[in-house]
């Protein structure tokens, strides 16, 4: 970590760190600013943001439950923040796992239970409030997330003990920033605990989005787990802010993941320089296209809704009619899914799933007798595409 990297504000925050790394220094972040921060370039693209917040607020309340858009968002989140750590799966394997957990990968698992923890913590947020962040609750957060993660170093849930760093070859003699001294983290993650609670000046002087920079860049820089900071807090944490606010929480990972350079460039001018605009600006840009690919995608969702009614004189009211309305959240799925979804005996769950593949609009993945998967090909289609590429329509007349 070179100091001359470093604003003056922040290099007066060294501190050494203990051995074997005493000759290298570790900073001790100062505590989040609860004033007024100026935007200067972001400030056009921080207000597009805000105005797109309200229109994925309008959409929501079109929807049954408005804290999740859909059941797939939450699952690409949690692909794409797991990937933005070294974890990789996909989409397909993370949805069948949700049905079968037989023979899936450490890797699959460990993104599964990223989004199954944002699943349980959103109620939380919404009926806490910022309240929710408290040390117990990042705790658990990480515990949950990090409990199939094999190559973990210590007890998932306890914070680090051990010197951390960022960047560089492995090396801390050529790191891009060391985080504070392991004595020092449980008081700087207070601070970052006490900022998300948003019971100083902030709630007033600051917008959720510089909210949502500052408490992300903070956290990020006490590190205070030996591994899954990024993916468990830093990131995690984005949503459930949100929803603590009473906002529709947005899934920002994606784009965080296609435009990682940038992110990572905004992320160091917070850290090394407190210099806080461009992370506001570009958690800005991910807002406003986040909520453009919701829009998109339910768009196209829709429209292949309405393709697949035309396959097809389903009875009004049947079981395959009903589960047409299910595909686009569980696109992957099996006939006791459906059933329980639905509320209906195992036949009519079988032969449901029977005539939606007579049709063509699900097909059956396994080839078994038993323990059959069923997917929806074109659905996945849309939501596999590169964020922010057109999502590609079935032709009507197949």
Sequence with gaps: MKREDLAGGIRECLQRLPAPYAQHYGVVPPPPPEAGVMLGDAAARHGQALSALGEIAALARTLPDPYLISRVLSRQEALSSSALEGTHSTLNELLVVDEDDQGASHATRQVRDYARTLEQFLPQACSEGP?????????????????????????????????????????????????????????????????????????????????????????????????????????????????????????????????????????????????????????????????????????????????????????????ALRALDLLTDYPVLTASRLGHLLDITPPAAQTALAQLCQVGILTERTGHARNRIYAAEDVLTILNRPFGEEPALPDPSS
Excluded at 135 to 153: S, W
Excluded at 229 to 238: A, E, K, P, T
Excluded at 242 to 256: N, W
């Design 131 to 319: 309240a929710l962040f408290r040390l117990p609750t990042v705790l658990a957060l990480h515990q949950a997330v990090m409990q199939h993660d094999p190559a973990y170093r210590g007890t998932p849930g306890t914070l680090r003990q051990d010197v951390v760093w960022i960047g560089g070859t492995g090396h801390i003699a050529y790191s891009t920033y060391n985080p504070p001294p392991p004595d020092q983290v449980a008081a700087c993650l207070e601070a970052s605990l006490n900022y998300m609670q948003a019971d100083g000046m902030q709630q007033m002087t600051q917008s959720l989005i510089t909210r949502l920079a500052i408490a992300h860049a903070h956290f990020e820089a006490v590190h205070p787990f030996n591994d899954g900071n990024g993916r468990v807090v830093g990131r995690l944490l984005l949503p459930l802010m949100m929803a603590a606010d009473g906002q529709v929480p947005l899934y920002l990972s994606p784009y965080i993941e296609a435009h990682r350079q940038d992110y990572y460039a905004a992320l160091k001018r917070a850290q090394q320089r407190l210099d806080w605009p461009p992370l506001i600006g570009f958690l800005s840009d991910a807002i406003i296209r986040t909520v453009t690919e919701v829009q998109v995608t339910r768009q196209a969702t829709q429209a292949l809704k309405a393709t697949w009614r035309q396959r097809r004189a389903f009875r009004k009211g049947s079981a």
